[in-house]
């Protein structure tokens, strides 16, 4: 009688592992420089930024938080791979992301990609062709004022673009490869008074 339990117990493990690996749908994850672990997908000569499962997106894996930086290139079996797009759910329902980084590379944001980003306070987009925005389920619940960043240069197609001329507050930075920074500011003497203001700004733009 044990070893009948002690079998069903194995089966009901490698059943269950097996369902696992049947609702994962990424070839391969990776680390990013943000220290966020992120899943793709390979398409021919491309690559996806996806969620690691089907049905139940991120079920048995830990969703992304903070800041989250998606690099443009990810390299899986020696061969190197842009990322084109952001998949249907890629980051559903990650609630605790606060920010995200577009890279220069993603063409297409696909359904639900960001819907239930609740925590989302600011979006840099560095491709300077609108990536296309599949529907309006894309950015489902993320606030519309939050801080958009995007190069100068296509400043104006963002504004127009169907996709992204529901943000209120896109920005045109100068340079988006030189990066971000974060400023703070704070009185050198408090007994003479205190200072407000702050935040995330573009390398060279100008701080008012």
Not at 108 to 121: P, V
Not at 134 to 157: E, G
Request: charged share 15%; proline share 6%.
């Amino acid at each position: 009688m044990l070893k009948l339990f002690d079998k069903r117990v194995v089966l009901g493990v490698l059943f269950s592992l097996l369902g696992a690996f049947a609702y994962a749908q990424f070839d391969f994850c990776d680390t990013s420089s943000s220290n966020h672990v992120l899943y793709y997908k390979i398409y021919g000569n491309e690559a996806r930024l996806v969620a690691p499962g089907n049905g139940y997106p991120y079920f048995g894996y830990t969703r992304p938080f903070g800041d989250v930086v998606v690099p443009d290139t990810v390299s899986f079996l020696g061969v190197d791979y842009p990322v084109v797009a952001f998949a249907e759910n890629a980051f559903i329902s990650c609630s605790r992301v606060t920010s995200v980084r577009i890279p220069h590379t993603v063409e297409i944001i696909m359904t639900n990609a960001f819907n239930g980003c609740i925590g989302l306070e600011s979006l840099y987009v560095d491709p300077v062709v609108p990536p296309v925005i599949q529907n309006d389920a894309v950015f489902t619940s993320v606030p519309v004022d939050i801080p958009v960043w995007v190069p100068a240069t296509a400043y104006p197609l963002y504004c127009m673009h169907d996709g992204w001329s529901r943000f209120t507050n896109i920005t045109a930075v100068v340079d988006s490869s030189l990066g971000y920074h974060m400023l703070t500011v704070a009185s050198a003497d408090t007994a003479k008074g205190s200072v407000l203001g702050g935040g995330v700004y573009a390398h060279g733009s100008m701080v008012d």
